[in-house]
């Protein structure tokens, strides 16, 4: 099956669904993104704070040297840890990201968030914005780019302030934004602010991310493959909840990464985009919208002199 694609403000084109790689166990994983890219998965979402990049690589180098894809074919990023932002530490970390995915470059690179952290400070020293304004790393992130060791640049979590803010500084415009979203969490601002700058989304969390580590857990939260809405719309096209929720993120305006380590899953996720949804599907999954947010970021806000609050993170919205 041919994946769509997602055309990019750089020029590249991004397979519309793609492998996330955020807490694949690294025993797992290597054989995860070998087996999905067997079956046709062409995009893999990978992050050097995921701790699983050289597994990864692994899976990639195996892929490449068995033909089973070109280089070219495939879509890879990956994006830069917060204790990296300091100037003289983005092409570095970039570099070793490139070392142990065991490619020359990457596809995309994502400032993973909007926060910046001092180096071995172990999450615990921030830097302010205006000790470290995010324009100061994107211009490596850019330089990264003209040193062809990326193709795309982009950030992840930033709201449309923060990258209102940055595009008035940069050259290169962010060509992706990558964002929780999901029926629960729909982002119409954001999107929308998205579209009229030609930045495109990509949705994390697409299912819901249970398999969160408990710390980022609310015991009471609702778990969205179960909402009996999606249950419903899945069994009216003889189809899965989490195929529904797939092609809802696809549909509605964004590219989509959703994490499987497990082959019958990755196949059913590759399988969503067959799935096609009506006007009627897509107005009960809209009326979904409770604001839930299973990455709220608060643990940004928690440590000891953080210059981070809720309301400066997510800029309101
Ligand atoms: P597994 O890796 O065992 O398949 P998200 O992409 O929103 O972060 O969600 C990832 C979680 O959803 C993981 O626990 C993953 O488990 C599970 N998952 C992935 N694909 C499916 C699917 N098709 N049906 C149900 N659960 C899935």
Redesign the pocket.
């Known amino acids: 099956m041919k994946n769509e694609v997602a055309n990019l403000n750089s020029g590249l084109q991004m397979p519309i669904l793609g492998l996330?790689t955020?807490?694949a166990e690294a025993g797992a994983v290597e054989d995860a993104v070998e087996q999905a890219i067997r079956m046709g998965y062409r995009h893999i979402d990978c992050a050097a704070a995921y701790g699983n990049e050289a597994e990864v690589g692994f899976a990639l180098k195996k892929c490449l040297d068995e033909d089973v894809c070109t280089r070219e074919e495939l879509f890879v990023t990956s994006k830069l840890w917060l204790e990296d932002k300091a100037p003289e530490d983005v092409i570095p970390a970039l570099q070793e990201s490139l070392e142990k995915l065991r490619l020359t470059y990457l596809d995309l690179y994502l400032i993973h968030w909007p926060v910046s952290l001092v180096k071995g400070s172990d999450g615990k020293k921030f830097y302010t914005e205006e000790e470290l304004p995010n324009s100061a790393t994107w211009k490596k992130m850019e330089e990264a780019v003209a040193q062809g060791l990326v193709k795309s640049i982009g950030v992840s979590n930033f709201s449309d302030v923060k990258l209102s803010k940055l595009m008035k500084e940069a050259r290169i415009p962010p060509a992706v934004n990558q964002i929780e979203r999901h029926p629960y969490l729909q982002r119409d601002k954001l999107m929308k602010y998205c579209r009229m700058n030609q930045i495109h989304v990509t949705a994390y969390?697409?299912?819901?991310?249970?398999?969160r580590p408990v710390a980022l857990k609310e015991s009471n939260e609702p778990v969205l493959?179960e909402a009996p809405e999606v249950a419903q719309i899945a069994k009216k096209h003889d189809c899965?909840p989490?195929q529904v929720l797939l092609r809802w993120s696809i549909t509605t305006g964004s590219s989509v990464i959703?994490?499987?380590?497990?082959r019958k899953?990755l196949k059913?996720?590759l399988d969503s985009l067959k799935v096609m949804l009506d006007p009627n599907d897509l107005g009960k999954l809209a009326d979904l919208e409770q604001g839930i947010r299973f990455v709220d970021g608060s643990f940004w806000t928690q440590p000891e002199n953080s210059p981070w609050t809720m309301e400066n993170l997510w800029d309101g919205a």
């Open positions: 996330g955020w807490k969390c697409p299912l819901g991310s249970m398999d493959l899965t989490a959703p994490k499987s380590t497990n899953r059913e996720n």
